[in-house]
C-alpha cells in the first residue's frame, strides 16, 4: 500500500538525517554509503519517491477491494447517505464518477435491492423502472412514502416483479390520511393484494390511527412474519392470529398488556409508554406470564410507570442486551432495579433518564449489589435549582456510588445534565477500561 511505502520513507529519511548531521552515530551501512555525501543522495532519492506518492492520484477502491467489500461500503453509504436522498439516488450519482464505477454498480444487482418510491419527484417512474431493472432476479424491499404521488404507475410498475419483494416499509407523514383518504387505502389495499408471499411489513414513524386493516392484511399475506410499527394497535398483539411480531411499539397499561404477552414469542424490540390503570396485583400475575425469550432491546418511558410492573417484563426476558428507561414521575424502588440487572447477563447498553432525582430512595445497602456486564451507559438526570440543588447532587453522588459496584467496567460513559462530584470523579477515575467520555 502506498500509505505503508510512505510510512517507510520518512522513517528511513529521519534515519541518514541523522547520520549526515550527527557523524558519532553508526552510518546506516558503511558498506553502502561510504560518506556522506552518497548519505545525501540516498535522501534526495527517498524525497522524490515520497513526493511522487504524495502527488499519485488516490487508490480506486472498486480496483483494489474485492467486490464483496466495496459492494458493502457503498451498499451502506447509500442507504446511510445523511441526506435524505433515496439509496437509488445515491447509487445513480455514483455512477458519474467514471466508466469503470458506472459499469460495476449498474452491474451488481444487490447495490440495487433497497428502492424508494412516492416521493413525487419528476423523473420518479424512470428511477423505479430502471431500479428494478439493475435487480436483475434479485429480491428486494421497498419504502413507500405516504401519501405516494405516483399510486398508479408506481403499482403497475411493481406488479410483474411482486414475487420478488422481500419486505416493504410504509413511511406515514402526520396528515397523511387527508392527503389520500380513501383514494391511499385503496392503493394500499391493491398492494397487498399483490404481494400475498410478503414475509416483512414495517411502518415508520406512522400515527396512532394508521387505518391499515390488519385482518386484511393478514388475509391477503399469509406468509407475513415479520412487522414492526411504530404504533402496533393492541388488537393486533392480542389476535390469535399465528403472525410473530419482531418489533412494536405500544401504548397501553400493564393490564392491556398482559393478554398479548402470549403472542410476542419473536419479540425483539419493544418500546413501551404506559398508561394509567397499571394496578398493583403484580404477584399473582407474574407465576403464569409466558418467557419473552427473543426480546433485545427494551425501551420504557412516559409518566406512568409503574416499578413492579417493570421489573417484572424484564425478569421474562433472557436475551436482553439494550434496555432505555426513562421516567418524569418518581422513581423510588432503585432497590429492585438494580438488583435486577445482575440477572441481566447479557445487557450492555444500559441508559437511564431520570428526571425526578431529587426522590430517588437510597435507604438500601449498596454493597450487595453484584458486578455486571454493562459496557455502554448513559445517565440524564433533571437540573435543580434553588434550594433543591443541594438534595439533587447528593443523590446523584449517592447514584455514582451505585454505578462503581455495578458498572465498574464500562466502556463508553455519557453524562448529561450531570453533576461532577468527587464521587462522579472517583468513579470515572475508576473506569480503568474507560474508552470514551462524553459530558
Known amino acids: 500500500m502506498d500509505e505503508m511505502r510512505a510510512h517507510t520513507i520518512n522513517l528511513l529519511r529521519d534515519q541518514i538525517l541523522e547520520n549526515i548531521y550527527n557523524p558519532t552515530l553508526t552510518p546506516l551501512s558503511t558498506t553502502a554509503w561510504a560518506d556522506r555525501e552518497a548519505l545525501k543522495r540516498e535522501?534526495?532519492?527517498?524525497?522524490?519517491?515520497?513526493?511522487?506518492?504524495?502527488?499519485?492520484?488516490?487508490?480506486?477502491?472498486?480496483?483494489?477491494?474485492?467486490?464483496?467489500?466495496?459492494?458493502?461500503?457503498?451498499?451502506?453509504?447509500?442507504?446511510?447517505?445523511g441526506v435524505n436522498l433515496p439509496p437509488t439516488d445515491v447509487l445513480f450519482l455514483l455512477t458519474l464518477v467514471s466508466r469503470e464505477w458506472c459499469a460495476k454498480i449498474l452491474g451488481t444487482a444487490r447495490l440495487w435491492t433497497s428502492i424508494t418510491v412516492g416521493r413525487g419527484e419528476a423523473d420518479a417512474q424512470a428511477k423505479l423502472a430502471s431500479a428494478l431493472y439493475f435487480t436483475k432476479h434479485v429480491k428486494f424491499g421497498i419504502t413507500i412514502d405516504v401519501p405516494p404521488y405516483e399510486w398508479e404507475d408506481s403499482l403497475s410498475l411493481l406488479q410483474a416483479h411482486t414475487p420478488r419483494v422481500e419486505k416493504i416499509a410504509f413511511r406515514f407523514s402526520e396528515g397523511s390520511y387527508f392527503y389520500g383518504g380513501p383514494t391511499l387505502y385503496k392503493y394500499i389495499d391493491n398492494l397487498f393484494a399483490?404481494?400475498?408471499?410478503?414475509?416483512?411489513?414495517?411502518?415508520?414513524?406512522?400515527?396512532?390511527?394508521?387505518?391499515?386493516?390488519?385482518?386484511g392484511v393478514f388475509e391477503k399475506c399469509p406468509n407475513l412474519t415479520y412487522i414492526y410499527e411504530t404504533m402496533l394497535p393492541l388488537e393486533v398483539l392480542q389476535t390469535?392470529?399465528?403472525?410473530?411480531?419482531?418489533?412494536?411499539r405500544v401504548e397501553a397499561s400493564w393490564h392491556e398488556i398482559i393478554p398479548s404477552l402470549g403472542n410476542l414469542g419473536y419479540l425483539e424490540e419493544l418500546e413501551w409508554r404506559p398508561k394509567f390503570g397499571t394496578g398493583v396485583d403484580v404477584d399473582r400475575k407474574y407465576g403464569s406470564l409466558p418467557a419473552l425469550p427473543a426480546l433485545e432491546r427494551v425501551l420504557i418511558?412516559?409518566?406512568?410507570?409503574?416499578?413492579?410492573?417493570?421489573?417484572?417484563?424484564?425478569?421474562?426476558?433472557?436475551?436482553?442486551?439494550?434496555?432505555?428507561?426513562?421516567?418524569?414521575?418518581?422513581?423510588?424502588?432503585?432497590?429492585?432495579?438494580?438488583?435486577?440487572?445482575?440477572?441481566?447477563?447479557?445487557?450492555?447498553?444500559?441508559?437511564?433518564?431520570l428526571e425526578d432525582i431529587i426522590n430517588l430512595d437510597f435507604s438500601f445497602p449498596v454493597n450487595r449489589l453484584a458486578k455486571t456486564g454493562v459496557q455502554n451507559?448513559?445517565?440524564?438526570?433533571?437540573?435543580?435549582?434553588?434550594?433543591?440543588?443541594?438534595?439533587?447532587f447528593m443523590n446523584q453522588e449517592n447514584l455514582f456510588s451505585i454505578f462503581s459496584m455495578c458498572f465498574p467496567d464500562v466502556r463508553q460513559l455519557e453524562l448529561v445534565f450531570t453533576f461532577l462530584g468527587p464521587k462522579a470523579v472517583a468513579y470515572i477515575q475508576s473506569a480503568t477500561h474507560l474508552l470514551s467520555l462524553t459530558l
Open 43 to 81: 535522501y534526495n532519492r527517498l524525497s522524490n519517491e515520497l513526493e511522487s506518492i504524495k502527488q499519485a492520484p488516490p487508490m480506486d477502491p472498486l480496483a483494489h477491494l474485492p467486490p464483496e467489500v466495496w459492494t458493502e461500503i457503498i451498499r451502506e453509504t447509500a442507504e446511510e447517505n
Open 194 to 215: 399483490s404481494l400475498g408471499h410478503l414475509p416483512s411489513l414495517k411502518i415508520l414513524h406512522g400515527p396512532e390511527e394508521s387505518r391499515l386493516s390488519w385482518d
Open 240 to 248: 390469535q392470529n399465528p403472525v410473530p411480531v419482531r418489533a412494536c
Open 301 to 353: 418511558m412516559g409518566n406512568n410507570v409503574q416499578p413492579p410492573h417493570i421489573l417484572i417484563l424484564l425478569r421474562l426476558t433472557e436475551r436482553l442486551t439494550r434496555l432505555r428507561f426513562k421516567t418524569e414521575s418518581n422513581w423510588q424502588s432503585l432497590h429492585d432495579f438494580f438488583f435486577l440487572l445482575e440477572h441481566l447477563c447479557h445487557l450492555r447498553d444500559l441508559e437511564l433518564e
Open 377 to 392: 451507559l448513559r445517565l440524564t438526570t433533571s437540573i435543580a435549582l434553588g434550594p433543591e440543588k443541594n438534595a439533587a
